[in-house]
């Protein structure tokens, strides 16, 4: 994959063709996000102000978002591993459905899937191809079925009220009726899990420093209340582990309950966390970067 960065980059810097993602109306990845399924998106232009050395990276310095949705297999393991989840997306930014095909085409391991109306390549664990220009589209499983769902006859899933929120930061998490979920480090117990009719998390930065706020809703107060208590304990125990000073008052505040909707606001994130959490989100486009 290497290789294939370098030479998209070296045929763009030619060229010196410029691309834009078609969609300036709405977010490409407001077609995401079909039930269970969970949609990680990354503004990368954001990101690479912030993380500088990113732009080394000859794709992604191309690029000005990420998006990536996982669509679970099985939703009887929980949390359920990385293979186990249909993943596709697509990268927006300056990419042409002329020139970066053919870098592909000319790659060891892809070839050409015949007998499509689309034009694709794979090397037999990842789709990849450029339906329009500005979008290279990636998937693990069936490559027209994605054009079709987020291009060519999308259908709105995330209103826009959600995806304005998840666009504004640096990284949002979005999940719909949750069945089962990925390993993020702090697994919750099942039965809350599926208690959540959607959950919103967005990591933004202020000055070099990293927060996190969620919203999550519930079916009903109850759920949420048992759900907002759930999470300060866990914050007050991380606290407790690491040597600090605890501040209910401040607590109460971050994480908060709001008739069904259990509320985080700006709770700071370690070094360590936010690393974690952007090296997953651009590791799960499988490669293409």
């Not at 095909?101 to 109306?117: E, L, Q």
């Amino acid at each position: 994959m290497k290789k294939i960065a370098f030479l998209i980059f070296l045929v763009l810097i030619i060229t010196g063709c410029v691309h834009h993602s078609p969609f300036d109306s709405e977010y490409f990845f407001q077609a995401m996000g079909k039930e269970a399924e969970v949609v990680v998106t990354v503004d990368a232009s954001a990101l690479k102000e912030e993380k500088s050395e990113l732009n080394e990276n000859a794709v992604l310095e191309r690029t000005d978002r990420v998006s990536v949705a996982l669509d679970p297999k099985n939703s009887d393991i929980y949390p359920l591993p990385i293979e186990d989840w249909n993943i596709y997306g697509a990268l927006e930014g300056n990419f042409g459905t002329l020139l970066v095909p053919a870098v592909i085409d000319s790659m060891d391991g892809f070839d050409r899937v015949r007998g499509t109306d689309e034009k694709y390549y794979s090397n037999g664990k990842i789709n990849i191809g450029v339906p329009e220009n500005g979008i290279l589209l990636f998937s693990t499983s069936d490559y027209e079925k994605v054009v079709s769902d987020t291009i060519e006859n999308r259908t709105i899933l995330i209103p826009s009220e959600i995806a304005n929120a998840m666009a504004e930061p640096l990284m949002a998490f979005y999940v719909n009726n949750p069945k089962t979920m990925i390993s993020l480090g702090f697994d919750l117990p099942l039965a809350t899990l599926t208690n959540i009719s959607y959950a919103l998390l967005t990591i933004s930065v202020d000055n070099g420093v990293y927060y996190l706020s969620a919203l999550i809703e519930f079916e009903n107060e109850r759920n949420a209340g048992t759900f907002t208590t759930l999470l300060r304990n866990m914050v007050v125990q991380e606290i407790r582990r690491s040597g600090g000073s605890l501040d209910f008052k401040a607590l109460s505040q971050m994480i908060r309950t709001d008739g069904t909707r259990t509320i985080v606001e700006n709770k700071e994130l370690k070094s360590e966390e936010v690393d974690r959490y952007f090296n997953m989100a651009l590791s799960l486009q499988g490669g293409v970067i």
